[in-house]
């Protein structure tokens, strides 16, 4: 066996397995999305400008349009983001740290355990104000009512 026939066939089956790798965090949102249990070690954390970002699933379900789950870790005094809105609800479950969350105007301190529910078309944001990190659930769902909120604003 040469060389260049190993290197070859490595790079040939890297090709190919790389969508079954991307399969657990990417999951095509055509794709349904069958039960399944994602290990928290298994779910590669890509470092972002104010932290990091594991991305569980983005995937129609049985009863969804679409499903997506990602966890962020935002360094202390950090943002996910400008306050902002969507179509979608969202819902934060916070594992870790303090956040300060936009909900309904008003600037509210939750943490570890504390859940946050986002309606459709509101401005909402959330912020580090501990000092650690602080890491958190987020979880968005479309479904056929979702376009209708679009409609509504």
Known sequence: MTKKYFISIHLLVLILCTPLLNFAQKNDSTQLMKSVAFDWNMINAVQTKTGERRQF???????LDNLECHVT??????????????????????????????????????????????AANQLHSIKNVGNTPATYFAIKWKSSKTSEAVKKN
């Open 57 to 63: 699933f983005n995937s129609t379900t049985s009863t």
């Open 73 to 118: 870790t935002l360094n202390p005094g950090e943002s996910a983001h400008l306050p902002h809105q969507h179509p979608e609800e969202e819902m934060t479950i916070v594992k870790e740290g303090t956040v300060e969350v936009l909900v309904n105007g008003e600037l509210k301190r939750v943490g570890p355990g504390s859940l946050v529910f986002q």
